[in-house]
């Protein structure tokens, strides 16, 4: 099993740009999300799926969307790119089992917006 | 919302020594506790974790404890190795699976 892949790895990006950023995984979980990562901080969830067709908004959604219609992809989509959103991305996914499960994590999309 | 409490946010030990970070959350829904060890450059990756009818949890040099009625849990790291140095989060998770995390602890282990 390849786990959970993000693409690119590294992206600039200029102010008012649009990019998607994407993420799959191959181990048919149902519940899958976005965060992002600045320095010092935790991470803070963006958006996340509990399934195909269904998703629902996390701490830090404005700026960004997302669409769920395969189990195995999840992408989240930059709008209008702002010095804000610089950071670094990460896709998550896991088996929902009546009470949270471990999250397998991708390895990141570092995202930098001048 | 959820918020979580993770202390210290650096912590420096001399190997062999044992290291402890402590999270606190406010919301007593959260039911499944998960600590992630992220080096740098990578995802973060789960160590440990513990279920809220459940009060301590042991891996080898790894245990997690959890206090529900103080809303706290702790990370015990025993007999620490230079290899344990990475960046510490802690996660407080709910019934649908959406997870806040603290703010991270960095692990130093001194040779």
């Known amino acids: 099993n390849a786990g959970v892949t993000q693409t690119p790895k590294f992206q600039v990006l200029k102010t008012g740009q649009s990019m998607t950023l994407q993420c799959a995984q191959d181990m048919n979980h149902e519940y899958m999300s976005w965060y992002r990562q600045d320095p010092g901080m935790g991470l803070r969830l963006i958006h996340y799926?509990?399934?195909?067709?269904?998703?629902d908004q996390g701490e830090v959604p404005n700026g960004y969307n997302v669409s769920r219609s395969t189990t195995e992809d999840f992408p989240l989509r930059l709008l209008s790119a702002a010095p804000s959103q610089t950071s670094v991305y990460f896709c998550?996914?896991?088996?929902?089992?009546?009470?949270?499960?471990?999250?397998?994590f991708g390895p990141g999309t570092r995202l930098t917006v001048l | 919302g959820e918020n979580v409490e993770q202390h210290p946010s650096t912590l420096s030990v001399q190997e062999g020594d044992s290291a402890v970070i402590k999270c606190t959350y406010s919301d007593s829904a959260s039911n499944y506790f998960p600590w992630y060890k992220q080096e740098l450059g990578k995802g973060p990756q789960l160590i440990i974790d513990?279920?809220?009818?459940?009060g301590e949890k042991k891996d080898q040099r790894i245990a997690v404890t959890l206090n529900k009625t103080a809303k706290h849990f702790s990370l015990h790291i025993t007999e620490t190795q230079p290899e344990d140095s990475a960046v510490y989060f802690c996660?407080?998770?709910?019934?649908?699976?959406?997870?806040?995390f603290g703010d991270g602890t960095t692990l130093t282990v001194k040779p």
């Open positions: 799926s509990v399934g195909a067709g269904i998703t």
């Open positions: 996660a407080a998770t709910d019934n649908a699976g959406k997870s806040t």
């Open positions: 998550a996914s896991s088996s929902v089992a009546g009470g949270g499960d471990e999250q397998f």
């Open positions: 513990i279920r809220s009818n459940v």
